[in-house]
C-alpha cells in the first residue's frame, strides 16, 4: 500500500503512568525533553502521539528497526528521517522514497504519508474565536484569502457554516505549505481553491477541489479533503516530488481514509530507546489540560 492516513484521538487520551513512563522510554531523548518543556498536558500529548505516529509509520511502512530510527528536525522544525536504511523492491530498482506529514489541532493529531509523492497535511477544528466576533476574526484574516475564496465563505449560510467554509480553506492552504516545505514566508494569496459542490461526509474522502497558483491552475496537485468527526476537517496535499531515474512514477492510488488507532497501536511495534525516567511522569502529571480559556482558536499548528 502506498498511502497511509491515521489519526489519534489526543484530547481523550488519558494515559496511566505506566503508559506514560514506556511512551517516554520508546522517542528519542531530545524529543522527551522537548514534550516535557509543553505547559500543558493538550499539547504534551498531542507531541508525544505524533513521536510514536512517526516511528510506527518508519518501522512498520520503511522496515527500519525502531531502535535504529533516527528523527531529526530541519531548520523549520519539519521532522524528517536521516540517513534511513535503502529499502529494495523485489525488482533491484530503488522503489519511490516515502514522504510523510504531522498535524495537530483540537482533539487529533494526524499522520500522512505516500511513496513517490510530496505530502502535506492540515488538520483544523471548527470553533468560534474566543475574543472577537465571526465579523472582526474574519476582517483580522482578510489578507489570508483572495476575493473569489471570500466570496464563497460569506455565502456558505450561517456564522457556524462560515467558519467551516473558513478552516476549510485554511486547511488546504497550510496542506499545500507544508508539502512543499516553505514555511510562513509564502504569501497564501497566491493560492486560490475551488472547492467542489459535493458536501464533505465522515464517510468518504473528496479529491474534486482544484488549486490555482498565481492564477494558472496546478493540474500537478491534487487535494483530498475529509471529515474525522463533524468538526475536524483534513487537507493532504499531494503533490510531485523529486524522483532517482529508475523510479517509475506509480499512477495515484484510490483516496485513503483516516484509520483512527488506539494507544496500543502506536505502541505495537515499539521498543524502549532509554531507561525509564520517573520525573517524566512527575512533569506530565503537574499540568494543567489545557489553558482554562477555551475554545483553542489557534490556526496552522503542526508536529
Given at each position: 500500500?502506498?498511502?497511509?492516513?491515521?489519526?489519534?484521538?489526543?484530547?481523550?487520551?488519558?494515559?496511566?503512568?505506566?503508559?506514560?513512563?514506556?511512551?517516554?522510554?520508546?522517542?528519542?531523548?531530545?524529543?522527551?525533553?522537548?514534550?516535557?518543556?509543553?505547559?500543558?498536558?493538550?499539547?504534551?500529548?498531542?507531541?508525544?502521539?505524533?513521536?510514536?505516529?512517526?516511528?510506527?509509520?518508519?518501522?512498520?511502512?520503511?522496515?527500519?528497526?525502531?531502535?535504529?530510527?533516527?528523527?531529526?528536525?530541519?531548520?523549520?522544525?519539519?521532522?524528517?528521517?536521516?540517513?534511513?536504511?535503502?529499502?529494495?523492491?523485489?525488482?533491484?530498482?530503488?522503489?519511490?522514497?516515502?514522504?510523510?506529514?504531522?498535524?495537530?489541532?483540537?482533539?487529533?493529531?494526524?499522520?500522512?504519508?505516500?511513496?513517490?509523492?510530496?505530502?502535506?497535511?492540515?488538520?483544523?477544528?471548527t470553533t468560534m474565536p474566543g475574543s472577537?466576533?465571526?465579523?472582526?476574526?474574519?476582517?483580522?484574516?482578510?489578507?489570508?484569502?483572495?476575493?473569489?475564496?471570500?466570496?464563497?465563505?460569506?455565502?456558505?449560510?450561517?456564522?457556524?457554516?462560515?467558519?467551516?467554509?473558513?478552516?476549510?480553506?485554511?486547511?488546504?492552504?497550510?496542506?499545500?505549505?507544508?508539502?512543499?516545505?516553505?514555511?510562513?514566508?509564502?504569501?497564501?494569496?497566491?493560492?486560490?481553491?475551488?472547492?467542489?459542490?459535493?458536501?464533505?461526509?465522515?464517510?468518504?474522502?473528496?479529491?474534486?477541489?482544484?488549486?490555482?497558483?498565481?492564477?494558472?491552475?496546478?493540474?500537478?496537485?491534487?487535494?483530498?479533503?475529509?471529515?474525522?468527526?463533524?468538526?475536524?476537517?483534513?487537507?493532504?496535499?499531494?503533490?510531485?516530488?523529486?524522483?532517482?531515474?529508475?523510479?517509475?512514477?506509480?499512477?495515484?492510488?484510490?483516496?485513503?481514509?483516516?484509520?483512527?488507532?488506539?494507544?496500543?497501536?502506536?505502541?505495537?511495534?515499539?521498543?524502549?530507546?532509554?531507561?525509564?525516567?520517573?520525573?517524566?511522569?512527575?512533569?506530565?502529571?503537574?499540568?494543567?489540560?489545557?489553558?482554562?480559556?477555551?475554545?483553542?482558536?489557534?490556526?496552522?499548528?503542526?508536529?
Amino acid at each position: 500500500m502506498d498511502s497511509v492516513r491515521w489519526a489519534f484521538r489526543c484530547r481523550s487520551w488519558t494515559p496511566s503512568r505506566a503508559d506514560w513512563l514506556f511512551a517516554a522510554r520508546c522517542i528519542q531523548r531530545e524529543e522527551k525533553e522537548r514534550i516535557e518543556q509543553f505547559m500543558f498536558a493538550k499539547d504534551a500529548k498531542s507531541a508525544m502521539a505524533g513521536r510514536l505516529l512517526l516511528r510506527r509509520f518508519v518501522c512498520e511502512k520503511i522496515g527500519v528497526p525502531w531502535s535504529e530510527i533516527r528523527l531529526e528536525r530541519s531548520p523549520r522544525g519539519k521532522p524528517y528521517l536521516a540517513a534511513p536504511i535503502k529499502v529494495i523492491s523485489n525488482s533491484g530498482h530503488d522503489p519511490p522514497v516515502w514522504s510523510f506529514n504531522l498535524s495537530h489541532q483540537g482533539d487529533f493529531t494526524v499522520l500522512a504519508a505516500e511513496r513517490g509523492l510530496q505530502v502535506g497535511v492540515d488538520l483544523m477544528k471548527t470553533t468560534m474565536p474566543g475574543s472577537s466576533s465571526v465579523p472582526e476574526f474574519f476582517r483580522i484574516m482578510s489578507r489570508q484569502f483572495t476575493a473569489y475564496e471570500w466570496s464563497t465563505i460569506h455565502s456558505a449560510g450561517s456564522e457556524g457554516q462560515q467558519l467551516t467554509a473558513f478552516y476549510r480553506h485554511w486547511a488546504l492552504k497550510e496542506s499545500f505549505i507544508k508539502a512543499i516545505g516553505t514555511g510562513l514566508g509564502f504569501n497564501l494569496q497566491r493560492l486560490e481553491f475551488h472547492l467542489s459542490s459535493e458536501a464533505l461526509t465522515q464517510d468518504r474522502v473528496l479529491r474534486q477541489t482544484r488549486m490555482y497558483l498565481d492564477e494558472e491552475e496546478e493540474s500537478d496537485w491534487t487535494f483530498e479533503e475529509s471529515l474525522l468527526d463533524a468538526d475536524h476537517h483534513v487537507a493532504v496535499a499531494l503533490g510531485p516530488a523529486n524522483l532517482p531515474e529508475s523510479a517509475t512514477l506509480r499512477p495515484l492510488s484510490p483516496p485513503t481514509a483516516f484509520t483512527q488507532l488506539t494507544f496500543c497501536d502506536l505502541i505495537a511495534s515499539a521498543s524502549p530507546l532509554t531507561q525509564e525516567d520517573v520525573a517524566s511522569w512527575d512533569c506530565f502529571k503537574t499540568k494543567a489540560e489545557a489553558p482554562q480559556r477555551q475554545p483553542d482558536t489557534s490556526v496552522g499548528l503542526s508536529c
